[in-house]
């Protein structure tokens, strides 16, 4: 089987660590940001970073076509932090059109407080009827209030939060997994990815 092609949306952001990562775990890597470079990829990616900015941008470029074109085609999307909450179908107290809407989650932006801007913890990890547990980075992380039934929790904190969480060929993570030496979380989407192209 060739490679499989993931984009990093490179609009703002850290995309560049998502690039080592996946480049590490043997993709053929990408970075993202005219509409025509949507059109070959297996997967993509969206980075932490500052969704408004980001979420601006995308309009501004005039992107969000690209993003439907993904949707129809189902094409595999993984969003960390600032790009979990672009996923979200629902951002408390955003303006319209803020996010891309792809998600069936509820998502509350900067929701662990000033005093607790960054932190590590740990994160238990349920995937394919393994567990395991990972530490996760979180920077001004976004909290997931809601989500609907198709919705999957893949990693919880102890409290129970959900921090990763997957429907479909979407997966989205509230921390930073691009952070730590560990591939749990990008292994996980590049297996989303491989048995999308699978299906072909
Ligand atoms: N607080 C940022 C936002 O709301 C997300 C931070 C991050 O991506 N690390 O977009």
């Known amino acids: 089987m060739d490679k499989p092609k993931i984009g990093i949306f490179a609009i703002q952001g850290d995309f560049e660590k998502h690039y080592e990562v996946f480049d ?3 993709a053929e890597v990408f970075y993202v940001k005219l509409p025509e470079e949507f059109e070959g990829i297996d997967g993509l990616v969206l980075p932490g970073g500052e969704s408004p900015t ?6 501004t470029y005039g992107l969000r076509e690209a993003f439907e074109g993904l949707k129809k085609r189902d094409i595999p999307v993984f969003g960390t932090c600032a790009g979990a909450i672009l996923l979200a179908k ?8 803020f996010s891309l809407g792809m998600m069936d989650i509820t998502i509350a932006r900067n929701a662990y407080g000033r005093q607790r801007e960054s932190f590590e913890s740990e994160i238990e990890i349920n995937w394919n009827g393994k567990q395991k547990k990972i530490t996760g980075v979180f920077i001004r992380a976004p909290k ?5 039934d198709g919705v999957e929790v893949i990693g919880k904190l102890e409290n129970g939060d959900p921090v990763l969480v997957r429907q479909g060929n979407l997966l989205a993570s509230t921390f930073h997994p691009e952070l730590t030496d560990d591939f749990t979380v990008p292994e996980i989407f590049m297996e989303i990815v491989e048995a999308f192209k699978e299906k072909g």
């Open 90 to 97: 629902n951002v408390i107290d955003a303006p319209e059109n």
């Open 144 to 148: 997931i209030v809601e989500l609907s």
């Open 54 to 59: 980001m979420s601006r941008l995308i309009n």
């Open 24 to 26: 590490g775990l043997g």
